[in-house]
Structure formats: structure tokens, C-alpha cells
């Protein structure tokens, strides 16, 4: 049964960072596509940050783009979020995600992932 648990979210003032990680287990770590999806209150869920299998290839939102920074050990069967530059808009459930299927590339929508994590909330306070 694929299980995938998220740490590191916590409450941080407008300006700093935090490290989400995500820990997968059940299956094949490296043969997988990753994700990153947050959801604020009364907001629909979003992607973040996306990564392909072996890490070489990633998508960030525009709204992180240069401030957050996705990346994966293969190793350590876990996912990276890097949220550096936090802003009070960044406060969220942050989730990570896989799809069932191995596929190419990394994956932008949100129908393609399958599985999900409980999520760990992020607060950026002003």
C-alpha cells in the first residue's frame, strides 16, 4: 500500500523558510512522478511544484517561482518542498502527491495524481 506522510510545516513570519518533506513508501520511489499541491481556506486545491522521476526535470507555479524549490532523493524515498521568501498568501495545507502509473515528465494536472499525503499546514504570519 503506497503511504505518503508530510513533516515540516509549522507557523513562520513573512520572510522566512521552511523545508516540507514528504516520505513515500509501498513502492518503487524512483520510478514515480512527484508532486506538490496546496489548498487555502475557501480556496480550491493547487499545484506548486511538480518534479519527473529521476529529478531532472521540474515545474513551479508562477506565483513560487524563484522562492520555492522542489527536489527529491531517490535514496531516501522523499520529496522536497524549499519555501524560502514566505509570504502571508503562501499560508496553506500543503500536500504531496503521486500518480498510479509511471509515466514520463512531470505532471501538471491534478487528475493524474492518485495518491496523497494527510498534509501539513503552513502559516506565514504578516
Known amino acids: 500500500q503506497v503511504q505518503l506522510v508530510e513533516s515540516g510545516g509549522g507557523l513562520v513570519q513573512a520572510g522566512g523558510s521552511l523545508r516540507l518533506s514528504c516520505a513515500a513508501s509501498?513502492?518503487?520511489?524512483?520510478?514515480?512522478?512527484m508532486g506538490w499541491f496546496r489548498q487555502a481556506p475557501g480556496k480550491e486545491r493547487e499545484l506548486v511544484a511538480a518534479?519527473?522521476?529521476?529529478?531532472?526535470?521540474?515545474y513551479h507555479t508562477d506565483s513560487v517561482k524563484g522562492r520555492f524549490t522542489i527536489s527529491r532523493d531517490n535514496a531516501k524515498n522523499t520529496v522536497y518542498l524549499q519555501m524560502n521568501s514566505l509570504k502571508p498568501e503562501d499560508t496553506a495545507v500543503y500536500y504531496c502527491?503521486?500518480?498510479?502509473?509511471?509515466?514520463?515528465?512531470?505532471?501538471?494536472?491534478?487528475?493524474?495524481?492518485?495518491?496523497w499525503g494527510q498534509g501539513t499546514q503552513v502559516t506565514v504570519s504578516s
Open positions: 502527491a503521486s500518480p498510479s502509473a509511471i509515466l514520463a515528465g512531470f505532471l501538471t494536472s491534478e487528475h493524474e495524481y492518485h495518491y
Open positions: 509501498g513502492r518503487t520511489f524512483r520510478n514515480y512522478a
Open positions: 518534479i519527473d522521476w529521476s529529478g531532472s526535470h521540474t
